[in-house]
């Protein structure tokens, strides 16, 4: 059975800080992963996508994977409090995407 | 394109009613999903379909729920009869080759 395991949260840090979100996967042969965001009442919506070992970075959001240790994480530099939300993260075997539980993410002014 | 739209934003209704749900992918994609989102379960795929044919159903959690997906424009969700247990919400996601899925707005479920 795949599993994507997150820490539910509340994530909370300051204004400008860094926001650490972490993501273990069971499925070691999963090729895909994915950070969505979802605001309240909202539909998730991609920020991220990493499919090779190492960093990616796009602007002030960084996704880290590390497929030896079924591991991955997205960094939130100089974090707003428009990035309040919770953040899903999706693990790809073939085409179909399993989903953690989030986690929620507060950045306080 | 318009996205993925998903109709009615919301629906209550009584337990023992028939709910159908009902979403239109974005043109060109071969997956869609059916996902339910709850508190307590996070988001579960319920079923996926791969040019207009379902091929895993394993997430429906009873009988009592169904899908189909006529031609590549449209599929629905039925729940026949509903529970209060079903409330949630529902979200419909389409995909091609190996991209991001793009999900709807989502229907908001309320059984009483």
């Known amino acids: 059975q795949k599993e994507v395991e997150q820490n539910s949260g509340p994530l909370s840090v300051p204004e400008g800080a860094i926001a650490s979100l972490n993501c273990t996967y069971s499925d070691r042969g999963s090729q895909s992963f994915f950070w969505y965001r979802q605001y309240s009442g909202k539909s998730p919506e991609l920020i991220m996508f990493?499919?090779?070992?190492g960093d990616k970075e796009d602007g002030r959001f960084t996704a880290q994977l590390n497929k030896a240790s079924q591991y991955v994480s997205l960094l939130i530099r100089d974090s707003q409090p428009s990035d309040s939300a919770t953040y899903l993260c999706?693990?790809?075997?073939?085409?179909?995407?399993?989903f953690g539980r989030g986690t929620s993410l507060i950045v306080h002014p | 394109d318009a996205g993925v739209i998903q109709s009615p934003r919301h629906e209550v209704t009584e337990m023992g009613q028939e709910v159908t749900l009902r979403c239109k992918p974005i043109s060109g994609h071969d997956y869609l999903f059916w996902y339910r989102q709850t508190m307590m379960r996070g988001l579960e795929l319920l079923i996926y379909f791969n040019n207009n044919v379902p091929i895993d159903d394993s997430g429906m959690p009873e009988d009592r729920f169904s899908a189909k997906m006529p031609n590549a424009s449209f599929s629905t969700l039925k729940i026949q009869p509903s529970e209060p247990r079903d409330s949630a919400v529902y979200f419909c996601?389409?995909?091609?080759?190996?991209?991001?899925?793009?999900f709807g707005q989502g229907t908001r479920l309320t059984v009483v």
């Open positions: 990493i499919y090779s070992n």
């Open positions: 999706a693990v790809s075997l073939g085409y179909i995407p399993t």
């Open positions: 996601a389409s995909r091609t080759g190996d991209t991001e899925a793009f």
